[in-house]
């Protein structure tokens, strides 16, 4: 899988949006950008993933660049349960890659009340 | 609740003992996954099985490890003559096995391992 480049950490406040980047410039064609996130103590969850359009599910927004060389993850309200480390990942589309999940060492989000 | 289920949550050993999890993935899901993760990194992908296929093994499982999958249902894996540096959280995961980059993981809760 293609290396994602994220910021260690970042922080917001409860309550604002929060915009997650993940650089990917080696990004191939056939790429999924995916988004999982890990709270404390807890196992990863996925979080949403995209190809080329912007994407929207219940938990948040995924803005993908015009060139696909990055992206960003948005979080439109925080909440202290949005604190978590989040993992920007690269999924190979074309059945060459591996099925495993490459994960980086994201950027920890810390939620201020 | 029908999500990934690991056992135990937590087991201490003495070193060179050996030890066993389970993970029971989602019933629908054909792929299941271990990944161990260690203070302060991400997750590192261990191995992987199709139904009752293991298709791939990651190098950091060296020979002590071994997991299978009988019947394509739950898994187990095995730790012989664990180390210090076999402790660790150990998450299994599961998915439906979707074609292309589509395919996402359902984690479990994990497995915390200390060998003393």
Redesign the interface.
Known sequence: DAKTTQPNSMESNEEEPVHLPCNHSTISGTDYIHWYRQLPSQGPEYVIHGLTSNVNNRMASLAIAEDRKSSTLILHRATLRDAAVYYCILRDASGAGSYQLTFGKGTKLSVIP | DTG?SQDPRHKITKRGQNVTFRCDPISEHN?L?W?RQTL??????LT?FQNEAQ??K?RLLSDRFSAERPKGSFSTLEIQRTEQGDSAMY?C?S?LGL????????????TRLTVL
């Open positions: 990934v792929r996954y990944y302060g990194q991400g997750p590192e992908f992987y298709l791939e990651s998450f995961a998915s074609t292309g980059g589509r395919d996402t993981q359902y984690f479990g809760p994990g």
